[in-house]
T-cell receptor, first 116, second 113 residues
Framework: ETGVTQTPRHLVMGMTNKKSLKCEQHLGHNAMYWYKQSAKKPLELMFVYNFKEQTENNSVPSRFSPECPNSSHLFLHLHTLQPEDSALYLC???????????????FGDGTRLSIL | GENVEQHPSTLSVQEGDSAVIKCTYSDSASNYFPWYKQELGKGPQLIIDIRSNVGEKKDQRIAVTLNKTAKHFSLHITETQPEDSAVYFCAARASGGSYIPTFGRGTSLIVHP
């Protein structure tokens, strides 16, 4: 139990479908992250939210749309994806801010996404 | 920005041997260095971390060393066991400015029984 829960664990979708990935953290953290992990590639940071405000968008295509309604929940809305978007999508959270330094990220177990 | 290099990409050892994974970083402002272990079908899990005011940290069979002058840090696993088989990631982060860590590309450790 990592304290960061991602659903669904596996998702198969066609290129024209719309689906959403969900992440929930029970650690009292204020920062949340989406990463993409592809085979034989380093972890790719996609989005960062701090206190519900987006602070990083790492040149991610608009077919990926994040949403952070509160500090405990993070969504990634998917539409018209491409086969190269097949990957493991990881959510992470951490505690950040003044007076708080060097706190690690805590990761969920990811959603394995396959685009047909 | 920060650049983290990790070696080797694959490491194969016999059970009971030691394993060493090395990382170098480029930004001298980096002062926090976590290590993550990712088992098959799971997300990365923090196993040990070190801050720049410390040169070495140990937790049972796992130790991490940091050389700030040379800008490199290493993970040492002694008496390896088959359950140590996983992908290990190093990361580096500076406390000021961006709090987002930069990850290495990962090392696939295989421990043969």
């Amino acid at each position: 139990e990592t304290g960061v829960t991602q659903t669904p664990r596996h998702l198969v979708m066609g290129m024209t479908n719309k689906k959403s990935l969900k992440c929930e953290q029970h650690l009292g953290h204020n920062a949340m992250y989406w990463y993409k992990q592809s085979a034989k590639k380093p972890l790719e940071l996609m989005f960062v939210y701090n206190f519900k405000e987006q602070t990083e968008n790492n040149s991610v295509p608009s077919r990926f749309s994040p949403e952070c309604p509160n500090s405990s929940h993070l969504f990634l809305h998917l539409h018209t994806l491409q086969p190269e978007d097949s990957a493991l999508y990881l959510c992470a959270s951490s505690l950040q801010g003044q007076g708080v330094s060097n706190q690690p990220q805590h990761f969920g177990d990811g959603t394995r996404l396959s685009i047909l | 920005g920060e650049n983290v290099e990790q070696h080797p990409s694959t490491l194969s050892v016999q059970e009971g041997d030691s394993a060493v994974i090395k990382c170098t970083y480029s930004d001298s402002a980096s002062n926090y260095f976590p290590w993550y272990k990712q088992e098959l079908g799971k997300g990365p899990q923090l196993i040990i971390d070190i801050r720049s005011n410390v040169g070495e940290k140990k937790d049972q069979r796992i130790a991490v060393t940091l050389n700030k002058t040379a800008k490199h840090f290493s993970l040492h696993i002694t008496e390896t066991q088959p359950e140590d088989s996983a992908v290990y990631f190093c990361a580096a982060r500076a406390s000021g400015g961006s709090y987002i860590p930069t990850f290495g590309r990962g090392t696939s450790l295989i421990v043969h029984p």
